[in-house]
């Protein structure tokens, strides 16, 4: 979507600026010639890229900011978890010790 994003800024600007007479690879390879710009320009500008693009199995789209920013967020809730999982145990465990928790009494919430 990004790519998709830039190459139509870049048409937009190509077509206002009046003196590029040559569009950059990275743009070209995004065209599909075949189409007639004035009949469908979303066609014309993103065609060989929507041609060839292919979605990795287990992605309903690609927008490589967000899904970066998901694998990110994912590493960080790991981190999370696996720092507070023995902290978790131990304050479980201490609530079945009723043993320890009748010998005390209200002394720990005094």
Known sequence: MVKVLISLSVLAAAATAGSVTKLPESVTKLID???NPCDDFYQYACGAWYKDVVIPPGRYLIDTAFYEIGIRIQAVLKKIYSDNK??????YNSCLD???????GV???E
Not at 86 to 91: Q, R, S, T, V
Not at 98 to 104: G, H, K
């Open 33 to 35: 010639y075949s189409i």
């Open 86 to 91: 023995p902290k978790l145990g131990e304050f």
């Open 98 to 104: 009723t043993a320890t928790l009748s010998s005390l």
């Open 107 to 109: 002394t720990p919430l």
